[in-house]
Nanobody, 115 residues
Framework: VQLVESGGGMVQAGGSLRLSCAAS????????MGWYRQAPGKQRDLVAQ???????NYADSVKGRFTVSRDNAKNTMYLQMNSLKPEDTAVYSC??????????WGQGTLVTVSS
């Protein structure tokens, strides 16, 4: 499975961005996909996750502001980020769980929110 993110960039606080993660390869075995982020000097944390049946899970810090979605026909996952805050600044990485066992990661995309 190959994962390619896009959509990162710089935005002012209060603004919005939409990230995309396009999956290719053995995508039929993907059970869940998610977005993680890692700020400088911090550990990588889960931001949002979506399963094949559409169930979602969010970090408390982004609930009500971020929305994860998935287009199974396009093998693409999205993260709509609204009301962005400077503390949302991080490298955002796409993750896919294949057959419930194998982890795949994208290369990451930088999101910078200025105050």
């Amino acid at each position: 499975v190959q994962l390619v993110e896009s959509g990162g960039g710089m935005v002012q606080a209060g603004g919005s961005l939409r990230l995309s993660c396009a999956a290719s390869g053995s995508t039929a075995g993907i059970r869940a996909m998610g977005w993680y982020r890692q700020a400088p000097g911090k550990q990588r944390d889960l931001v949002a996750q979506i399963t094949t049946d559409g169930s979602t899970n969010y970090a408390d810090s982004v609930k009500g502001r971020f929305t994860v979605s998935r287009d199974n026909a396009k093998n693409t996952m999205y993260l709509q980020m609204n009301s962005l805050k400077p503390e949302d600044t991080a490298v955002y990485s796409c993750h896919a769980l294949l057959l419930g066992v194998y982890d795949y990661w994208g290369q990451g995309t930088l999101v910078t929110v200025s105050s």
